[in-house]
C-alpha cells in the first residue's frame, strides 16, 4: 500500500507524504506508523534538501486535533532542537506550545511520555521565560553574565584536555544556562564543544541534539563545519548511513566555500574521505545484492577446488599424515621390544638368550 514508504532505509517519498499530510485521511494514516514519523524526524534534523518538506508535514501532522498526540511524544523530541531555525523556527514553537498552558497551568496529563514533556518545557523556557528576564537585565548584568560564560568555557577546555570529560559537560552547560540569547557564536561553539564531549561519552542522540542546535544558530550562510562533522560523526555510531553521508558531504562543501574567500586550494580531509567512502558503501542500493552475490561466487569457488587438489590413486594430505603417524608408532614399539623383554611363559630363547640367564638379571639385560 505504502510503496516502500514505511521503509526506515529508505527517505524517499517525503513530498508524497507531505502531500498525503495536506488531507484527513491522509494525515490519519501517516500518524498511525511510527517508522513513518522517525523517518520524517531524523531527516528533518539533516542536510537533506528536502529536510523542510520533512518538518512541514510533521507541522501539519501536530496541527490537526486528532492526530496531534499520536505523534507529539516522537515528534517533539527532535523539534525541540530546531525552534531557533531561521524562518520556520518561530512556526515550529507556536505549534509545538499550542496546548503547554493546558499542561503548565491545568496540570493534564495530554502526553504519554515524560521526555517529550521535558522536551516541551525546554522550549517554554527558552523561548518565552528566557527572554521575559532577558529584557529586563541591565547592561551591567549582561557584561558580568558575559565574563562569567567566557571563565566557565576557559574551565571547560580545560577539564576536557585533562580527561574529565563529565567536568567539562558540567562547565559547558552551566555557561549555556548563563549565556544570554543574544551571544549566538558563544552559544554555537558551546553546543559544539559539549556535543564533542558526548561523543566521547557515546551518548550519540545528545550529541545530535546539540550539534543540530549550533547548527540552527549558525545558519545556512556561515554554516559551522565542526558541528556538522560531530553530527556526521554520532549519525555514524547510530547506523544512519544516509544522514551521516550528507551531513559529512556538507562539511566539505562549507570547507570549499570557506577556501574562495580565502582563495586557498580546497584540500578534503583524509578522514573525512574515508567516511564518505564508507557511508557510500553503506547507502549503495544494491549492496546487500552485490554481498550475496560474492558470497555465492566464492561459495562456488570453493566448491571448485574441493577436488582439484586431488589425483585418482594418491593419497590425500591427511592419508599421508595419518599413514605416517602409524609407521612412527610402530617403529616406537620395535624399539621397545628390542630393549624391554616381557615373560608371558612362551618360548625359552629371546633375542639368543636362555631363560634362566635372564632370572639372574631380574628381568633386566646386561
Known sequence: MWGGLENPN???????????????????????????IKSLCNVSRS??????????????????????YKVIDIAALFLVDLVELDEIGEAITRTLLRDFHKIKYGKLKLMKSKKAERALKEIW??????????????EEEITKRK????????????????????????????????????????????????SQCYLLLKKTEAAISDTTRALCLSGTVRVHSKSLWRRSQAYDM???????????????????????????????????????????NATWPFNDAAKSKLCSRHQRKVEKSNGLDR????????????TEKRRKSRNIERERRRKCVIFTG??????????????????HPN
Open 147 to 194: 565574563s562569567m560564560v567566557g571563565e566557565l568555557k576557559q574551565r571547560g577546555n580545560q577539564k576536557f584536555w585533562c580527561g574529565s570529560i563529565e567536568e567539562a559537560v558540567k562547565m559547558y552547560t552551566k555557561a549555556l544556562d548563563l549565556c544570554p540569547l543574544k551571544m549566538l557564536k558563544e552559544r554555537i561553539v558551546l553546543h559544539s564543544n559539549r
Open 10 to 36: 529508505s527517505v524517499s517519498g517525503i513530498g508524497l507524504i507531505r502531500t498525503l499530510c495536506y488531507t484527513k485521511i491522509g494525515r490519519e494514516s501517516v500518524a498511525n506508523l511510527k517508522q513513518v
Open 311 to 322: 589425483f585418482p590413486g594418491m593419497p590425500t594430505i591427511i592419508e599421508e599424515q595419518s
Open 238 to 280: 547510530m547506523g544512519l548511513a544516509k544522514e551521516s553521508l550528507m551531513d559529512c558531504l556538507t562539511f566539505i562543501g562549507s570547507r570549499s566555500m570557506n577556501s574562495k574567500h580565502t582563495k586557498r586550494r580546497v584540500k578534503i580531509p583524509y578522514y573525512a574521505a574515508l567516511m564518505i567512502s564508507k557511508q557510500m
Open 346 to 363: 612362551g618360548p625359552a630363547h629371546i633375542h639368543g638368550r636362555s631363560q634362566a640367564g635372564d632370572d639372574r638379571g631380574h628381568g
Open 47 to 68: 542536510s537533506f534538501d528536502w529536510q523542510f518538506k520533512a518538518i512541514d508535514s510533521l507541522l501539519l501532522l501536530l496541527k490537526d486535533p486528532d492526530t496531534r
Open 125 to 138: 523556557d527558552l523561548k518565552v521565560e528566557r527572554k521575559k528576564r532577558e529584557k529586563l537585565m541591565s
